[in-house]
């Protein structure tokens, strides 16, 4: 009898294998569909603190999933400020801002150790189009970034600093939350400056928000874990108890929600 050995490390890899896969992939999808997916993800490539996914000018290439760890995506005007559009967590897609005009729009940088799942965009088209509900599910994702980018304008136009800070960490909840994390653990992978930076605030005004909530009793601050104490406070802080529906209120960059 010959003994067929397994390579777990490929069946780790696998997008079957993956935890993350209710996010990327539509549902529901079958094995052979799921196979053929699987197939299609060429890299699954690390990348260091500080190293970037691609640069703004960049070609189209691929569009890329966050396996794990988190990435920034951030412009630069002319004098070389950068301005921070978004957080990316585990099972939120990357790169759609190069759609438009086959090549990217902006900077992509790893905020911790990242693995990134990378798919060249032809194939994922041809894939798409013979795979039901999938390029309904791209659609999906695209439209989730046009809500994010009104959302992100209506955080910094409309919100005052505290407003803001507590929006922020609600979102952040509700994302680590759809990953299977506890709701009121917020690990924060991004820098204090990031945050202000996203927040159009400064960082002395993050900073001093922050001992104000924890001083408040609202959360907790330990380096980066976050621990939400009063979610009712935090609701109200954000201004959601005027929203006729608080769990979607202002969703920053709710993934794929990711994406």
Same mark, same amino acid.
């Given at each position: 009898?010959?003994?067929?050995?397994?390579?777990?490390?490929?069946?780790?890899?696998?997008?079957?294998?993956?935890?993350?896969?209710?996010?990327?992939?539509?549902?529901?999808?079958?094995?052979?569909?799921?196979?053929?997916?699987?197939?299609?993800?060429?890299?699954?490539?690390?990348?260091?603190?500080?190293?970037?996914?691609?640069?703004? +000018?960049?070609?189209?290439?691929?569009?890329?999933?966050?396996?794990? +760890?988190?990435?920034?995506?951030?412009?630069?005007?002319?004098?070389?400020?950068?301005?921070?559009?978004?957080?990316?967590?585990?099972?939120?897609?990357?790169?759609?801002?190069?759609?438009?005009?086959?090549?990217?729009?902006?900077?992509?940088?790893?905020?911790?150790?990242?693995?990134?799942?990378?798919?060249?965009?032809?194939?994922?088209?041809?894939?798409?189009?013979?795979?039901?509900?999938?390029?309904?599910?791209?659609?999906?994702?695209?439209?989730?970034?046009?809500?994010?980018?009104?959302?992100?304008?209506?955080?910094?136009?409309?919100?005052?600093?505290?407003?803001?800070?507590?929006?922020?960490?609600?979102?952040?909840?509700?994302?680590?939350?759809?990953?299977?994390?506890?709701?009121?653990?917020?690990?924060?992978?991004?820098?204090?400056?990031?945050?202000?930076?996203?927040?159009?605030?400064?960082?002395?005004?993050?900073?001093?928000?922050? +001992?104000?909530?924890?001083?408040?009793?609202?959360?907790?601050?330990?380096?980066?874990?976050?621990?939400?104490?009063?979610?009712?406070?935090?609701?109200?802080?954000?201004?959601?108890?005027?929203?006729?529906?608080?769990?979607?209120?202002?969703?920053?960059?709710? +993934?794929?929600?990711?994406?």
């Amino acid at each position: 009898m010959t003994l067929v050995q397994l390579d777990l490390a490929q069946i780790k890899r696998s997008c079957s294998a993956c935890s993350l896969r209710h996010l990327c992939l539509p549902a529901p999808i079958d094995a052979a569909d799921l196979s053929r997916l699987d197939a299609l993800v060429r890299a699954r490539r690390p990348l260091k603190t500080g190293e970037s996914l691609y640069l703004a +000018g960049a070609p189209l290439r691929s569009l890329f999933v966050v396996r794990s +760890g988190s990435v920034k995506t951030f412009v630069e005007d002319k004098e070389g400020e950068a301005q921070i559009l978004g957080f990316h967590l585990p099972g939120e897609l990357v790169g759609l801002d190069a759609l438009a005009e086959d090549a990217h729009q902006c900077h992509a940088v790893a905020l911790e150790h990242t693995t990134i799942c990378e798919v060249t965009v032809p194939q994922l088209l041809d894939v798409a189009s013979q795979i039901p509900g999938f390029q309904r599910h791209l659609l999906r994702l695209q439209s989730r970034e046009l809500v994010r980018d009104h959302e992100h304008l209506v955080l910094t136009s409309r919100l005052q600093a505290l407003e803001r800070v507590a929006a922020f960490l609600l979102a952040l909840s509700r994302r680590y939350h759809h990953l299977g994390h506890p709701e009121n653990r917020i690990q924060l992978s991004m820098a204090r400056s990031d945050i202000a930076n996203y927040l159009s605030l400064a960082i002395e005004t993050v900073s001093r928000l922050f +001992g104000k909530l924890s001083d408040m009793k609202v959360i907790s601050v330990r380096r980066r874990m976050v621990h939400v104490l009063d979610f009712s406070k935090l609701h109200e802080l954000a201004r959601e108890h005027h929203q006729g529906d608080a769990e979607h209120a202002y969703p920053i960059n709710a +993934g794929n929600q990711a994406g």
